[in-house]
């Protein structure tokens, strides 16, 4: 069995599984969002049902947060009021769900993390099980702690050497994507493994176990090293499990990819699968940058972006707007100096929340704008006005864009 | 359980959820909110076309990118009384199935089918009849406990009914 099937086998309380096997699984933690909570909250209380174990469900208000709609507010009203009914742990305001989850010690490796948001495939990266789910059957996980799945087939992504200067986890995502398509892992599970997997810092493990799920993937995993034993080590609320992919596991597929190859990767305007060298969309003007969200609202994100950042200015076309994924991502930038740097080259920074990522408030894009941005998503209309274009890239591709007003190889600032 | 009707409509592939029913356009999450915002981007003439029929049809990967159940919501509340595609995005489906939104997988559905085609679909054989042209196709069966689901008006009904 591989890692995927292990876990979710563990989980089903068997000893084997096989993928398109159904099982009904135990998951150790579960959340929702002021975005789609309220769908399922009334019902929930009509119904007269109760949360499994209330320490294993958890509630944040991230998406819209503060909020600019009277409807959003609302929203948010009643997240606050389920979570207090239920003595539920709330957050709100602290930042971005997929951030906070590992932050807070929810996600240890071997375990199964499930979540009303497509995103939470991000914690493959802890060597953890987790995908999303919609919010009426998160009433149901609520309320039983267990859910059905099917087992998922699984690809191999194998990914040798190392990444190169100013080229990130984003940028081996977006080519992943390019290589399959946006339905390319539909139903699967993605494992990623090599020697330029091993060298990526967590961060940009989570970025790429995040956007599995544009690929159309279950779930995106990485095998647990000591890198994430450091991080979850004071954190993880429960024990943990480094599980590890037979020598004869079966993929579906294998990819193998060469790290040392890949420069920095752009997607156009559209999907994220439509991804391109970034040597080849050079020169295209942009108005609007966002260098933030779950996908990329981490240090690394920030440290690579400063880099690029320190000493320079922010076109004067150009917004930039930057935004932490959690308060202490945030607050660990002031103490590296880093808030300093982006204040002093002219960004607008944002307290930590979703942003405009999903089009729902805080930077929207107006009719014909241009963004460079770190999301995951750029189909359209999904950062505002439907004539607005957003091109999907890696934190130091968007400081490089933003400093110069068109798209720029961050090789040019090293 | 048989559903005849007529096809109003063949969406393409990858017509995403968020496109289903974009945030822009959801101003309330009630029933008719949802069925308003229903489609806007893909289609405005949506719900003049669903006066036509009740049977929508569509291609690859229905449903995909976000999570938010809105998006089957909006089409079940705007009347859709069977999806057909030739295969969906992983919570989409999970979503649909939830609500009670009769949802139907049928490969290479979107060339045989046809705005104004009547279809007699059979969701536990999963065999479609076009009555227009004749033809069948073989669609792809479901579990029994997920066509339960979805045909006693979805996971929350089951939940109450355990
Ligand atoms: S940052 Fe964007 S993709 Fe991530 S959870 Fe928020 S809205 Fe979703």
Redesign the pocket.
């Known amino acids: 069995m591989n890692i995927t099937e292990k876990i979710l086998a563990k989980g089903a309380g068997l000893d084997k599984v096989v993928p398109d096997q159904i099982i009904d699984v135990a998951v150790d933690y579960a959340f929702t969002h002021e975005k789609l909570g309220p769908v399922f909250f009334d019902k929930f209380r009509d119904m007269g049902l109760t949360i499994w174990d209330k320490s294993r469900a958890i509630i944040f208000a991230?998406?819209g947060n503060p909020p600019s709609r009277v409807m959003d507010a609302d929203l948010i009203v009643k997240t606050a009021k389920f979570a207090e009914d239920f003595d539920l742990n709330f957050y709100n305001g602290e930042g971005?769900?997929?951030q906070l989850m590992p932050e807070k010690g929810y996600v240890s490796p071997g375990r199964i993390v499930v979540g009303t948001?497509?995103?939470t495939t991000t914690y493959g990266a802890f060597g953890a099980f987790s995908t999303g789910f919609g919010s009426t059957e998160m009433a149901w996980i609520f309320a039983k702690g267990r859910i059905w799945m099917k087992v998922p087939r699984s690809l191999l992504f194998r990914v040798s050497g190392k990444l190169g200067s100013c080229v990130m986890g984003k940028d081996l995502a977006l080519h992943i994507m390019k290589l399959i398509g946006s339905e390319g892992a539909s139903y699967k599970a993605m494992e990623f493994t090599g020697s330029a997997i091993s060298a990526l810092e967590l961060d940009g493990r989570m970025t790429l176990c995040?956007m599995a799920v544009e690929a159309g993937a279950k779930n995106g995993i990485i095998e647990a090293d000591e890198k994430v034993i450091e991080y979850i080590k004071n954190r993880a609320i429960l024990d943990y499990e480094i599980v590890k992919s037979d020598p004869d596991a079966v993929y579906e597929r294998i990819f193998d990819i060469d790290g040392d190859a890949l420069p920095p990767i752009v997607s156009l305007p559209g999907s994220s699968a439509n991804s391109v060298p970034v040597t080849e969309t050079a020169g295209v003007p942009i108005t609007r940058a966002l260098l933030?969200?779950?996908?990329n609202?981490r240090m690394e994100d920030f440290r690579e972006a400063a880099k690029i950042l320190k000493g320079r200015k922010v076109h004067p076309k150009v917004r930039l707007q930057v935004i932490p994924?959690s308060r202490s991502i945030f607050s660990q930038c002031i103490e590296e100096g880093i808030t300093q740097t982006f204040l002093e080259s002219g960004v607008i920074w944002c307290n930590p929340?979703?942003?405009p990522?999903?089009g729902?408030h805080y930077g929207l894009l107006g009719k014909g704008e241009v963004c460079i941005s770190t999301?995951?998503?750029n189909m359209t209309g999904r950062m505002g006005d439907s004539t607005a274009e957003i091109y999907l890239a890696s934190p130091a591709t968007v400081a490089a864009s933003a400093i110069t007003g068109k798209i720029t190889d961050p090789r040019e600032f090293i | 359980m048989i559903i005849i009707d007529k096809v109003f409509e063949v969406y393409p592939d990858n017509v995403s959820s968020e496109l289903i029913a974009h945030t822009r356009h959801v101003t309330s999450v009630s029933p008719e909110g949802l069925a308003k915002a229903a489609m806007l981007d893909v289609d405005p003439d949506f719900h003049n076309k669903l006066e036509n029929g009740k049977i929508m049809v569509a291609g690859n990967n229905f449903g995909c990118n976000?999570s938010r159940e809105w998006a089957a919501s909006a089409l079940l509340h705007s009347g859709v009384k069977l999806l057909i595609a030739q295969s969906f995005a992983r919570i989409f489906f999970r979503n649909a199935t939830n609500i009670g939104l009769l949802i139907f997988e049928c490969p290479n559905i979107t060339k045989m089918a046809h705005p104004g085609d009547e279809l007699i679909v059979d969701l536990s054989t999963g065999i479609i009849t076009n009555k227009s042209t004749g033809k069948t196709i073989q669609g792809t069966v479901m579990p029994q406990f997920l066509l339960n689901i979805m045909t006693s008006g979805g996971l929350l009904e089951t939940l109450k009914n355990s």
């Open positions: 991230d998406h971005i769900c997929h948001d497509s995103h995040n933030g969200t779950c996908t609202g994924a929340n979703c942003g990522c999903a729902g999301s995951n998503r | 976000s």
